[in-house]
């Protein structure tokens, strides 16, 4: 079981980067894959990158292939997505995720298991 608490979303320029952090509760955190969502207003929920256990295996969906990068630090028991050259369609409300199955579930929500409230980011064109 774990919580998971967001930070570092804001308002950006396009072209600028924000490093997102989702700090996670417990002593079990390296037993989840991880991963990043994002809602923007009137959308679906969709997947953004996820990232196994040990670290060692990442996927991110084409829309942030090239720019964001998921990482997570199991010592700190936190997860990260460094997003850079921000473009005004990356609006939106970011979700750590948390799942004890198989990272290469995670591309679907159904199978999350824990959500973190949600941070906002805002890219300015």
């Known amino acids: 079981q774990v919580q998971l608490v967001e930070s570092g979303g804001g308002l950006v320029q396009a072209g600028g980067s924000l490093r997102l952090s989702c700090a996670a509760s417990g002593r079990t955190f390296s037993a989840y894959a991880m991963g990043w969502f994002r809602q923007a207003p009137g959308k679906v929920r969709e997947f953004v990158a996820a990232?196994?256990?040990?670290?060692?295996?990442?996927y991110y969906a084409d829309s942030g292939k090239g720019r964001f990068t998921i990482s997570r630090d199991n010592a700190k028991n936190t997860l990260y997505l460094q997003m850079n050259s921000l473009k005004s369609e990356d609006t939106a409300v970011y979700y750590c995720?948390?799942?004890?199955?198989?990272?290469?579930?995670?591309?679907?929500?159904?199978?999350?298991?824990?959500w973190g409230q949600g941070t906002l980011v805002t890219v300015s064109s």
């Open positions: 995720a948390a799942s004890r199955s198989s990272v290469a579930t995670m591309a679907l929500s159904r199978n999350v298991e824990v």
């Open positions: 990232i196994s256990w040990s670290g060692g295996t990442t």
